[in-house]
């Protein structure tokens, strides 16, 4: 047991509970309690929301599985995917950011459903999101068993089950407020963790930075090499996944709707952007070199996703090691508690109160978003128990589900006034059953089944819409209205 470490993370995770707590308080008293649990009161400043998408997207597994993702797989895939991901925090921004944030709405299905009508997306749209989120959530879990594991000295599976109860505990209390109010702490915590390792792996370099790197490829020789390790399909599959998937992603979506204002969730889009984008350049050019130096035995003993807790160990102290674990165990919490968060919604607010009972009240959706947060996230630490290999490649794939079921519907609703609710009803419909079929059905390279279900998604959209019947003007009129400078701020 790693008893400073441990301190140190026991600490932290206590302080967001109590924060849980306090937020809860605030719902109780609040007249708008609804929006606080969900949106935050749509009254997030461009600041702190910039840092809260960073901790949304910066997760278990792009800072803490990195290191080891990117010596099994290589640079090349790595640089597809955070390539991809930088384009979609600013495709987001000029196609979906100022209409769902002038729409006023709380959620991804709320937006499409008054987009399209029909009892269909009250349905289908929040199943498509717990299916997504709760494959994302897997990867986020398996993160947090093993840093628990690894400050514990306890198995896997323990350090699975304690943690999870942390992070379904203060969530549940909170909603997005407590999600929001931690994860500007968790966003200050990943910057200040990754420039930490990359500040001190630079100084403990060995030797001079080009000729250390050189090293390294000679110890791994797929590190650099284009198609050494998965095929180029697996390179272009992850790049059109992420750079599509921040217009799509519940949990990310959710930081435009408590934006204050569209302009405000633009402008955090791209802050976050431009940060995320800086912190993995540092990580993967200096911090993935350090893995050649490891001992065989550690590198034997620790799955790939836990190297650079093994690299940072021969950087820091006791002490230091445990502001770092926190502050990987913040990467982590940062989207397990965002995705607790948009899978709650999607059966409380979506599917109980939008389909099943559309009296209820607010404590009622409250109480209903409470037990669901539990009830899925201990049925994903189940499923976590015996979890696949690559966080990364986990997660990608959720989303890359999510992309291909939702993409269509939403951004073309948003952007071609002649798509029609049939043709998005078919849409959403090929795109998440072909990908599911191609993930589970087909040995593909890594992430690459969204070439076939994206495309099909698309053209299955235009050509049904363009067979079927115009949308009414009053359709037509009222996405007008979400995409005027302007039409609804706080």
Known sequence: MKTVELTIMVAYLLFLVILGLITQQRIAKSNTSIDDYYVAGRNIGTGVNSLAMLAALGSGGSFMAGVGTIWSLGFPFLAWMTVGSIVGFSIASILVAKPLRNSRKFTVSEFINDRYGGTFFKVAIPLVIIIGSAMYLMSQMRAGGLIASYVTGFSYEWGLVIITLVFIFYVSLGGMLAVTWTNILQGFMMIFLILSIVIAGIYHLPVGWPSFLMEATVANPALGVVGATVPVAAYIGAFITWATAVCVTPHLV??????????????????????????????????????????????????????????????????????????????????????????????????????????????????????????????????????????????????????????????????????????????????????????????????????????????????????????SQEVIRKMDEYHREGTITL
């Open 254 to 471: 959710m930081r435009i709707f408590t934006a204050q204002n569209a302009r405000s969730a633009k402008l955090s889009l791209n802050i976050s952007m431009l940060i995320f984008g800086l912190l993995m350049l540092g990580a993967t050019l200096v911090v993935v070199p350090y893995v050649a130096t490891l001992e065989a035995a550690a590198l034997q003993n620790y799955a790939p996703d836990m190297w650079l807790l093994l690299i940072a160990n021969e950087f820091f102290g006791p002490i230091f090691m445990g502001i770092i674990t926190a502050g990987i165990m913040a990467a982590v919490m940062s989207s397990t508690d965002a995705l607790l968060l948009a899978v709650s919604s999607a059966f409380a607010y979506d599917l109980y109160k939008g389909f099943f009972s559309p009296e209820a009240s607010h404590k009622q959706v409250l109480r209903a978003s409470v037990i669901f947060t539990w009830v899925v996230g201990i049925a994903v630490m189940l499923l976590t128990l015996n979890p696949p290999p690559f966080l990364i490649v986990l997660y990608t794939a959720a989303v890359g589900f999510m992309v291909s079921a939702l993409f269509s519907p939403l951004v073309l609703g948003i952007w071609w006034k002649r798509s029609t609710r049939k043709g998005a009803v078919w849409s959403l419909l090929v795109g998440g059953v072909s990908f599911m079929i191609l993930f589970l059905g087909f040995s593909m390279p890594y992430n690459s089944e969204i070439l076939i279900a994206l495309p099909l998604s698309l053209v299955t959209m235009f050509i049904i819409s363009s067979l079927g019947k115009q949308p």
